[in-house]
Every structure is written in structure tokens, then in C-alpha cells.
């Protein structure tokens, strides 16, 4: 691991802000497809001078990162944290060294939230819920609203506010259905190689799955890899239902494909919020602590079609 702190040896332009900026790893499609948007808006054009870390999945590359972007003096600090806590002393760190940081993407717990001054976060609680909503109309529709509904979930990153917030929210609205019996969860870590192996392991242990709930596109990926390996199928003419959530790209090619059910969006276009963020903190402006980006879901009574061309992702 090589930390990119050589990068500001060179000198930089005064005028420009200097962000720098401590990202998860390069684990999804919807990870990358974020990294895309920052580094698009945070741009010399734009007046930024960007210095990107990506820890590789591993949180003490962030507090590394976070640590260099400190002795560096930058002007911002904008950490996407892979878990929601261990962050008190090095945010503390930057409180001390008078540097505002932004919290992007997945959420932070604290002590003490003075430890950064706005975050612009997707609400994975909501997904969870609305996922769970969708679940109990799509079973309503299909007659099976009172028979026994056997549930596996592949859940993301372990601490993850992503992973908890969608498990919360699924939880919910679970609870309101006593026929929906979620037979385990297992972890995938959003990657796709590990979503394939826990969907191997689950169809091994099972073989009466009603429902998929994987917490991000390419844990479904490898979960549609196993199950098809398996002998088996999923979507809307398969014998498994496969809700998914971020809505990438190939994901909604592999709903088009009669793959995944349904898809509840997690928007990854954060760049421009960002940067506009920053923008306001510069001018003085109060920001709000929390910021929400819009989110949306796709299933495949939509025109999956004519949706795909709007999108930059
Ligand atoms: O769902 C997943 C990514 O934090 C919301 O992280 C994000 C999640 C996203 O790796 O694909």
C-alpha cells in the first residue's frame, strides 16, 4: 500500500482549494461509478486540487490517509468511511489542525459530531424499507401474501453504514409480516466474488429460498452466477425473487434479462453536491449536517429501456 501524499510535492496553485479525498477502495460498479463524479467536479477547472487515496477496503489505509491529508494542510478533508466507527481520533486530529471534513457516501458514528461539519449521504434505511415494501405488493400481486416466504440476505460490508441501514430497514418491514421467515444472512463484503461464494454456501444449506435480498449489485452478480451454476433460477420467471440495490448499469441490463426483480437505487452521483458543498463552506454559508441525494428504485413492469438512456451510470 503507497499512499499518493507525493503527489503535492509539486506546488500548487494558491488559488485553487486543495481537497483531499479518502475513498473506500474500488469494491463495485457504484463505487467506481462515484469515484467518477468526484474526481469530475473536483477538478483544476473547477478551482479544486484534488489529492485521491483509495484504502483498498481497508480502514487503517482511511485513517493513514486522513493522517497525511493533515500533515499536508489541506483545505478539506472528504472521507467516504468503509465502517461507521474508529473515526473519534483522527477526526479529532483534523478538528484540532482547523481542517472541516465532509462525510460522503456511508455515514460515521461519533462521540461528537462537531467532528465535521456536513455530510452528503444516501439513505440505505430507506432502500432497506422500500425493498421491503416492494417485497409484500410483489407477493400480494402474486397470490403469496399468506404463504411462507423463505428470505436469505447477503449483506454488505460488516459496520458498513450501508450494510446496517439496508439490513435495519429491511428488518422493519419484516417484522410486519409474520409469514416471511429471513432463514440467515451472510456477509459478501459488496464484492462479487464473495456474494457468489455466500450464495454458493446458502443454496448448499437450502433448498427451499423463496427471496434473495443482496445488498448491493455485484454481491447479485455473483449471486446469479451460483444460483445459475446451481441448477437454478432467479427473477421474475425463476424460482427465486432477487431484489438487488444501487441500480447500476449492468444491473438493470440484468433485470432486462429477466434477472433480478427489482433494483433500489443508491445514486453514486455525488461530485457535484460536493462540490458545491465546498463551494458554500468557502462563501461562509451555513451547510445542513445531513445532505440526502435523490434516490429512486426500478423493477420490470418499468421500460427499463428508454430509463437506461438517461443515465450516466
Ligand atoms: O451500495 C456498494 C458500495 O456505500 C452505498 O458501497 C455504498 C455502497 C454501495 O460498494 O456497491
Redesign the pocket.
Known amino acids: 500500500y503507497t499512499s499518493s501524499v507525493t503527489q503535492t510535492e509539486t506546488e500548487i496553485d494558491e488559488n485553487l482549494i486543495v481537497v483531499g479525498v479518502s475513498q473506500?477502495g474500488a469494491?463495485?460498479?457504484?463505487?467506481i461509478a462515484?469515484t467518477n463524479s468526484i474526481k469530475e467536479e473536483l477538478t483544476t477547472e473547477n478551482g479544486f486540487y484534488m489529492i485521491f487515496d483509495n484504502a483498498q477496503q481497508k480502514q487503517e489505509n482511511q485513517i493513514k490517509a486522513v493522517r497525511n491529508f493533515i500533515l499536508q494542510e489541506v483545505d478539506y478533508i472528504v472521507l467516504?468511511p468503509i465502517v461507521v466507527s474508529g473515526w473519534d481520533n483522527v477526526l479529532q486530529n483534523a478538528k484540532d489542525a482547523g481542517i472541516p471534513v465532509i462525510v460522503i457516501?456511508?455515514n460515521v458514528e461519533l462521540e461528537d459530531d462537531s467532528l465535521y461539519v456536513t455530510s452528503i449521504l444516501?439513505d440505505?434505511e430507506a432502500e432497506g424499507r422500500n425493498a421491503g415494501y416492494w417485497l409484500a405488493d410483489y407477493l400480494e400481486e402474486q397470490g403469496r401474501d399468506e404463504e411462507d416466504i423463505n428470505i436469505v440476505m447477503l449483506l454488505?460490508?460488516e459496520g458498513?453504514?450501508?450494510q446496517i441501514g439496508r439490513t435495519k430497514g429491511f428488518a422493519e418491514v419484516a417484522a410486519d409480516h409474520e409469514n416471511w421467515k429471513i432463514l440467515e444472512r451472510l456477509g459478501g463484503d459488496?464484492t462479487q466474488a464473495k456474494g457468489r461464494e455466500s450464495m454458493e454456501t446458502l443454496l448448499e444449506k437450502y433448498d427451499d429460498i423463496d427471496v434473495v435480498i443482496s445488498?448491493?449489485?455485484?454481491m447479485t452478480f455473483g449471486a446469479v452466477d451460483a444460483i445459475q451454476a446451481a441448477g437454478r433460477s432467479c427473477g421474475p420467471d425463476g424460482d427465486m425473487i432477487m431484489i438487488s440495490?444501487?441500480a447500476v448499469r449492468a444491473a438493470l441490463e440484468a433485470m432486462m434479462a429477466g434477472e433480478i426483480n427489482a433494483d433500489f437505487e443508491?445514486n453514486p452521483l455525488q461530485g457535484p453536491l460536493l462540490a458545491e458543498t465546498i463551494r458554500r463552506l468557502e462563501n461562509g454559508e451555513e451547510v445542513e449536517k445531513i445532505q440526502y441525494v435523490d434516490e429512486t428504485y426500478f423493477d420490470t413492469t418499468m421500460d427499463l429501456e428508454t430509463l437506461m438512456k438517461d443515465r450516466a451510470y
Do not use: I, K, L, P
Not at 469494491?27 to 463505487?31: G, M, P, T
Not at 445488498?215 to 455485484?218: T, V
Open positions: 473506500v469494491e463495485s460498479d457504484w463505487r462515484q467516504d457516501d456511508r444516501t440505505s454488505g460490508t458498513a453504514s450501508a459488496f445488498e448491493n449489485d455485484n440495490f444501487d443508491c
